[in-house]
């Protein structure tokens, strides 16, 4: 399947480079050329800009944007919505507040275009291992990008799916997001009380490396 990729950091590029070992094709833009010519290496066709990435895409198109969250993510948007036609998709697979991504889906339907908000987690590992998806959205949109959604995923029966309609993926994320940040200061707070009574943790390394093996 075909997909356009703007934005090639540390997630998007990894998620372009996971795509093209699965046999996708795609079309790579981000400010930082360098970037896009380490895309190209592993196989993706670079693109100028936004206009030249559309250009490259067969309809009906799919460009997937993992961008900073708020007015950059938003001015894309608006910039693909004077590109695109009917029938095409937008993923915005970043951070976005989902109070965001439900306008943006309603102003994307008023121009024929389906708008998915992809929660994606996985980090640096996720090349190797896999992204987490929650996708928001449309339900026949979701099912078009399935292929794509299913390569980026651990695997194809699990890690992935449609979580409800638009400003769903996004939600579920922030959700996820403050369940692993509690868990962090958890964690944070637990080794605290153990640095206070020394006399009873001496070596918290060690504490730590015990807890990572078989501890429930």
Known sequence: MQLGMIGLGRMGGNMAQRLLEAGHNVVAYDQDEGAVQSAIGHGAEGSTGPSDLVSRLSAPRAVWIMLPSGEITENVIDELLSLLSPGDTIIDGGNSNYKDSIPRS??????????????????????????????????????????????????????????GPSGAGHFTKMIHNGIEYGMMQAYAEGFEILAAKSELAEDLEQISKIWQHGSV
């Not at 339907?109 to 389906?114: E, F, P």
């Not at 994606?120 to 339900?139: C, F, H, N, P, R």
């Open 106 to 163: 309603e102003k994307a339907s008023d121009h024929g275009v389906d708008f998915l908000d992809a929660g994606t987690s996985g980090g640096i590992w996720g090349l190797q291992e896999g992204y987490a998806l929650m996708v928001g959205g449309d339900k026949a949109a979701s099912e078009r990008l399935e292929p794509i959604f299913q390569s980026l995923a651990p695997a194809a029966d699990r890690g992935v799916g449609r979580v």
